[in-house]
């Protein structure tokens, strides 16, 4: 089991009964899925730089993406009917927190100028930011990265509202500003 999701089942649900002694048990909020998205189209000038991408997502989330393609033909985006546009990832489980833990305590130091993240969700208890640069993840090889790319990361909770979301990421040790 991961280190994450021990803390979380021995230390992080109590404290979040304690905080809210007439809650129920069940409704206390758990991450349900991480969703890394990374739009490649303007990517697509270069043949290979589709199946680069796809090997640095598989490196840093350990499963194989999912690349999405247009549905339609739009000529002022140049884009043709079935190109694909990008790559998206759905972590659950073990994968997720193990993902979390390394974003938490390896990836989010390595930031430059990092000061921590907005505590803005989106409204329904989930919260959502985007990265600039996929070289801060220690498992991307610096040597055959030909060019940056962004990404944007969903963490999907059960939370009922954005301070539920908060607190639980807090708890996790989500970096957020001071």
């Given at each position: 089991m991961s280190r994450l999701r021990e803390k979380f089942f021995s230390e992080i649900v109590s404290k979040i009964k304690e905080a809210h002694p007439a809650r129920n048990p069940m409704s206390i909020p758990r991450m349900k899925k991480i969703v890394i998205s990374m739009g490649i189209a303007e990517a697509m000038k270069d043949k290979n730089a589709l199946q680069d991408h796809i090997n640095e997502l598989t490196a840093l989330s350990g499963q194989k993406p999912i690349v999405t393609r247009s549905k339609k033909a739009i000529s002022n985006f140049k884009l043709r009917e079935d190109q694909p546009i990008g790559l998206v990832v759905t972590l659950r489980g073990k994968r997720m927190y193990d993902f979390m833990d390394r974003f938490c305590n390896i990836v989010a130091p390595r930031i430059k100028d990092f000061r921590g993240f907005s505590k803005k969700c989106?409204?329904?208890g989930n919260y959502c930011f985007g990265l600039n640069d996929q070289q801060i993840f220690p498992e991307i090889n610096l040597d055959q990265v030909k060019r940056s790319q962004g990404m944007n990361i969903a963490i999907i909770t059960s939370a009922k509202d954005d301070d539920e979301c908060v607190e639980l990421l807090t708890h996790l040790g989500?970096?957020?500003?001071?």
């Open positions: 989106d409204g329904s989500f970096p957020f500003k001071r």
